[in-house]
């Protein structure tokens, strides 16, 4: 038994958004490629969800997170720990505990750290939605995403950490003060500068701990918040040409805390048994981390949900910059006349817990009748309080029907709801996302997925919507 990676997940939204998008409606600003853009009912935590979601689905049968860690620059909270809607979304026990680590990109070293070396299965969770301003660098060159990894103690263990090394300076990079919508950045070439040093002592002694030479590597991810750093410490690490992994940045921009989840996901999504990994961040300092693959990594795929070249292949890449504006609330337009959603409060949502954040219903133990939401009456039979708890969040379903509404208060007009048909029994009306209006048919296949349905009151209401299942049926 040996400590090491069981499980990894990454999410990238659907949704993309053209960089000659931006040039072409300010006039300047834009570039070539995407970046992914969470809809306007995702945030960092329901994207962490989706990424934890396919690490734990994957995970061995025996591994259960005892603790969630979560590592985001952009909280969707501040005074109260997000980490705990992802476990509650997951429907993981009492006693796991959840704990957010955020505030800067760095964050994320954090969960590498408390992973490896914890007693626990550490379920690391890494997530970002990036913002800047319009037509500045950072709305052009960052991206929207996050990726989950379950470290764990098992005889399964697809990668182990086996060296690292770490190098820090007190430098004025980037940053935001608290209440600000984008951040600053210094002049590029002085981050450049402050970055070199600092990447070639990390990556050096990384190697060191292993006792290897750059020229041994199979893979290299370099991550990091500054692009011309980035290419430098690429440069200079000195790994044969074939080892690096492409770079993701073009396809869906820099997802700043997410970005070294999601950079080793697709090096695992791809990587043989016996293999080393050099994983680079230049964020307040450079962090680097050795990890060799295991004979494990074989049979885990046959298990594996979509890699991450699957999602980037299956996004949309035509979201209208106006809609991408209004998303991030630098476009305030006009709702629809109808009453504000109100907010929902924390009494009954505490008491429906298993059924508001892990989608749990009931089932029938006299007949087998699903109920959505959970009953206490069985609607078919009759019989009282003979019900056994009916998880349904993995479940997929089928359109029975469903109604388009062009009146209905949302960001993203039209609303669509249908009625699903469960696979193994349920029935719920659910709203749709990530989908194509026109393109919704009766008999449709979907999944579910964790959203922020509106934000009142300074709440963030989150429920399940579902999606047309990208890439299969």
């Not at 958004?17 to 945030?43: C, F, N, P």
């Not at 979907?446 to 919507?465: C, D, Q």
């Amino acid at each position: 038994m040996a400590r090491g990676i069981v499980a990894y997940g990454a999410y990238v939204p659907y949704w993309r958004l053209q960089r000659s998008a931006i040039a072409g409606a300010l006039g300047s600003g834009g570039g070539k490629g995407t970046r992914a853009v969470a809809s306007y009912d995702e945030d960092a935590t329901s994207m962490g969800v989706e990424a934890a979601r396919l690490a734990v689905q994957a995970a061995p049968e025996d591994v259960t997170p005892g603790t969630v860690l979560f590592a985001t620059a952009s909280p969707p909270y501040l005074d109260k720990t997000n980490a705990n809607a992802i476990h509650a979304a997951l429907g993981l026990p009492r006693s796991a505990v959840a704990v957010d680590a955020g505030g800067a990109v760095r964050s994320s070293v954090v969960t590498f750290g408390l992973g490896a070396h914890d007693e626990t299965a550490v379920l690391a969770v890494l997530a970002d939605v990036r913002t800047g301003l319009p037509g500045g660098a950072d709305e052009r060159d960052g991206g929207d995403g996050a990726a989950a990894i379950l470290w764990a103690d098992h005889d399964e263990v697809i990668a182990e950490l086996v060296g690292g090394g770490f190098a820090t300076d007190e430098f004025l990079d980037r940053w935001r003060l608290p209440g600000e919508r984008a951040s600053h950045v210094w002049e590029e070439r002085f981050g450049e500068q402050a970055y070199a040093p600092l990447a070639d002592d990390a990556v050096s002694d990384a190697l060191k701990s292993v006792g290897i030479t750059a020229g041994e590597l199979d893979h290299v991810v370099v991550t990091g918040v500054h692009p011309r750093a980035m290419r430098a410490a690429t440069k200079r690490i000195g790994a044969r040409a074939e080892a690096y992994a492409p770079d993701l940045t073009a396809a869906i921009g820099n997802t700043g805390t997410a970005h070294i989840g999601i950079g080793l996901a697709e090096v695992l999504d791809r990587a043989e048994p016996n293999q080393l990994i050099l994983v680079l961040q230049l964020a307040d300092g450079a962090s680097a981390f050795v990890l060799r693959t295991t004979d494990a990594i074989t049979s885990y795929r046959e298990r594996r949900a979509a890699t991450v070249e699957d999602q980037i292949a299956s996004g949309r890449d035509d979201l209208p910059y106006n809609a991408f504006l209004t998303w991030r609330g630098f476009l305030d337009r006009e709702p629809p006349r109808r009453p504000d959603p109100d907010a929902y409060y924390g009494p009954p949502a505490h008491r429906t817990e298993a059924w508001k954040f892990a989608f749990v219903g009931s089932v029938c133990t006299e007949c087998g009748f699903v109920h959505l939401p959970p009953n206490r009456v069985c609607s078919r039979c009759g019989a009282v309080d003979q019900m056994a708890p009916a998880p349904l969040s993995a479940k997929r379903a089928t359109i029975a029907t469903y109604t388009i509404d062009r009146l209905a208060y949302s960001l993203s007009p039209p609303t669509v709801a249908a009625v699903l048909d469960f696979d193994d029994g349920g029935r719920y009306t659910c709203e749709l996302t990530d989908v194509d209006p026109d393109n919704v048919a009766i008999g449709q296949r979907v999944e579910l997925t964790f959203r922020r349905v509106v934000t009142a009151k300074s709440i963030h209401n989150y429920f399940w919507k579902a999606r047309p299942i990208r890439g299969g049926s």
